[in-house]
């Protein structure tokens, strides 16, 4: 898109054109034949110089509008990878925390199981 500025500057390079054209024109000695022909001659020539600077700028606008465009795929890809990156590190510290988890069990498990038997045999030798 073309900025504000660029769009006055277009305006003032058209309007400033055609006065001074015009001036030129009105204070030249010629006829009034030779007048309007210089007028239509010059009020082509600004209209191609303005029609020129609109297609430049149209140019360095798509040109801006296809970098922006190159510069957030670039993120977008940036940002998927750091995803992919935080998913794979939350899948690895789920799996440490489950395996932790597991061998605390085991081991609760192992450590009840030996006072229950430990119990059993004190309780059995007392009733001896």
């Given amino acids: 898109m073309m ?3 660029s769009g006055e500057f277009m305006k003032g390079v058209f309007v400033g054109g055609l006065f001074g054209s ?4 009105l204070f030249a ?10 007028i239509s001659k010059k009020s082509d020539e600004v209209l191609s110089k303005s ?7 149209l140019e360095k606008a798509r040109e801006s509008y296809e970098d922006a465009v190159k ?11 750091s995803v992919n990156e935080v998913e794979s590190n939350i899948q690895n510290v789920t799996e440490k925390g489950k395996t932790a988890v597991k061998e605390k069990k085991n ?3 192992e450590a009840v ?3 229950v038997d430990t119990y059993k045999e004190e309780k059995a030798k007392s009733k001896k």
């Fill in 71 to 81: 510069r957030l795929h670039s993120l977008e890809d940036s940002i998927k990878e």
């Fill in 107 to 109: 081991h609760l498990n």
């Fill in 22 to 25: 015009l001036a030129a024109l």
């Fill in 29 to 38: 000695p010629q006829s009034g034949k030779e007048t309007r022909q210089e």
């Fill in 51 to 57: 029609r020129e600077e609109y297609e430049r700028a």
């Fill in 3 to 5: 900025s504000n500025n």
């Fill in 113 to 115: 199981k030996a006072g």
